[in-house]
């Protein structure tokens, strides 16, 4: 029995092959074409050398094309590596040598950045490229190159439809395990990205479907989602992050592998999520926190849409804030909102359900999985008594660690009483119902005097305002303190800026210490393509604008 990421897909292919599997723009593809393609351009990898254990960057959009270069890849035993597609030549020199590439498929877009940064590769021996469904394609990004016009000749690069029309449709590949390797990189907050390394087993258990993440009962054999998706009649699924983001690509393979229809919007715009929710009836919406559920929820109020087929809406990986989750309960009362927690280094560790009267404001309230633990500071496991805060860790099914770099590895990877634990950097305090509140990345921690201030907490409380759009807080050079609370701040469209009525309504939420004593304004809040924050970018912000306000020495309440 494979535990496997490819034989999962066949597994709902050979269940239910006219289904349809994904949804992009005017297209749509049934699980059958879908295989048929992915096999291949896993014949024509295969013939350039791509085999087991060989790396194949996915430098694309959210699209049909990027899930084929995945599957085709899963099917070589080969692995596919995600690419950022924000990222700059520097940034993409540096993940081409990390990840050690030997084969790329990228959109045409990309085309210049790809001739910049291919000559330093010489393992990177084959390219395939992308011409984008200008049906699906709405994004005019100014960062992006013109796709018409760039030419890839000069590397070498196949057009993607010329090496699936000449290569085998047919399924005839060998054996895979549930050992097989699985990268998915993250970072671009803090230094450059990492490649998180997994088994397919252990993957596919904490973010693919493979336990229950309610009851913590494993999924019994590699049959089962797909023949309860066949039984169903499976559920249509819209993941509104980019596939470069862990939790759209297990938002998009656990539904999958569950028999259901994937549905896409190439780039994240709210009104776009909307339209495809009404024209294609979709009933279950994966966001980023309030990145995306606000801009949403904020369309959503606009736009008359009819969002009747919705029966749950999922947050994962970064915070949804209390004020925003009500916008969602009050617009969509008959929905079942979900609020998990977890990393690319952790998976799945914590799911909360959401009611309209539970109170969320100081950050993410959820049940922890029944193999997580807080960690003190010397690693030692904390007893669940209210109050108690540490580090969150989880083990059973964890990453082998970081794909070259093995002293970070050894950084977030520990051993506690013979139980090895994955420690990516969440604090999170136990409450008295047994539930943990989650507190935010430790990295991200304010020490202001002395006092520890979690960013994600100040930043639930900011945006419970009703003038307060968005905010990022950060802590900021002090000389009495070390460092002060600090905020930049997204203003709703038209409000006018009242800081002390915004004082004043923090300040019945969390205590006077962790209240912003210097707040910037800024048209938009910078985030990463995914949604999560970008503290990098406040913190720059911070240091090359003046504040719109300093507030006087906050009394320590």
Not at 371 to 392: F, K, S, W
Not at 499 to 504: M, N, V
Not at 515 to 544: C, F, H, M, N
């Amino acid at each position: 029995m494979a535990y496997n990421i490819a034989d999962l897909f066949e597994h709902a292919v050979d269940a239910v092959p006219d289904r349809t599997a994904i949804i992009c723009g005017t297209r749509r593809i049934t699980f059958a074409e879908l295989d048929r393609r992915a096999n291949r351009l896993a014949h024509h990898l295969a013939a350039h050398g791509v085999g087991e254990g060989s790396h194949v960057g996915v430098y694309s959009r959210n699209s049909i094309e990027a899930v084929e270069t995945m599957i085709a890849a899963y099917k070589l035993r080969a692995i596919a590596i995600n690419i950022n597609y924000r990222y700059v030549e520097g940034e993409l020199d540096y993940l081409f040598g990390n990840a050690d590439l030997v084969a790329l498929v990228h959109e045409r877009r990309y085309t210049d950045k790809v001739a910049a940064v291919l000559p330093n590769h010489p393992k990177l021996e084959h390219v395939v490229v992308v011409d984008s469904d200008t049906d699906s394609d709405s994004d005019t990004d100014s960062d992006t190159d013109d796709e018409t016009e760039a030419d890839y000749s000069g590397y070498g690069g196949v057009d993607y439809e010329t090496a699936l029309a000449g290569s085998s449709p047919e399924r005839d590949f060998g054996p895979r395990s549930s050992d097989d390797r699985y990268i998915l990189y993250t970072g671009g907050t803090t230094g450059y990205p990492k490649g998180v390394l997994w088994r397919h087993e252990d993957v596919w258990r904490v973010l693919g479907g493979g336990i229950n993440f309610v009851t913590g009962e494993y999924v019994a054999d590699e049959w089962q989602l797909a023949n309860e998706g066949k039984a169903s009649g499976g559920l249509v699924r819209l993941p509104t992050a980019p596939l470069i983001h862990g939790a759209a690509q297990w938002a998009t393979f656990g539904a999958l592998f569950g028999a259901s229809t994937v549905v896409f919007v190439p780039k994240f715009d709210p009104h776009d999520v909307w339209r495809a929710v009404q024209e294609h009836r979709v009933q279950v919406l994966t966001i980023v926190g309030d990145a995306m559920g606000r801009p949403l929820i904020e369309a959503y109020r606009t736009g008359g849409y009819d969002a009747s087929s919705l029966v749950a809406v999922s947050s994962h990986a970064a915070l949804f804030s209390h004020s925003v989750k009500q916008e969602f309960l009050e617009c969509l009362p008959n929905i079942v909102l979900t609020d998990a927690i977890g990393s690319s280094e952790s998976g799945f560790t914590g799911i909360g359900m959401v009611s309209k009267d539970s109170d969320h404001t100081a950050g993410p309230r959820v049940n922890i999985g029944v193999q997580a633990v807080l960690l003190d500071e010397h690693n030692r496991v904390i007893e669940r008594e209210p109050g108690a805060v540490g580090r969150i860790a989880r083990g059973g099914h964890v990453p082998i660690g970081y794909y070259n770099d093995p002293d970070k590895t050894k950084q977030i990877f520990v051993e506690v009483d013979g139980t090895r634990y994955v420690v990516p950097g969440d604090y999170a305090r136990y409450e008295e119902d047994g539930t943990v509140t989650l507190l935010g990345r430790g990295s991200q921690c304010v020490n202001t005097g002395g006092e520890k201030v979690f960013p994600e907490e100040v930043e639930g409380a900011l945006k419970s305002h009703p003038d307060v759009f968005d905010a990022l807080v950060v802590g900021v050079p002090d000389e009495r303190l070390g460092e002060r609370v600090a905020a930049v701040v997204q203003l709703r469209s038209g409000a006018t800026p009242d800081f002390a009525a915004i004082e004043a309504h923090v300040r019945t939420a969390i205590a006077g210490y962790k209240v912003p004593r210097s707040i910037w304004l800024t048209d938009e809040i910078g985030r990463t393509p995914s949604g999560k924050p970008d503290y990098r970018w406040a913190q720059r912000y911070a240091r090359e604008h003046d504040p719109a306000v300093e507030a006087s020495a906050t009394p320590r309440s």
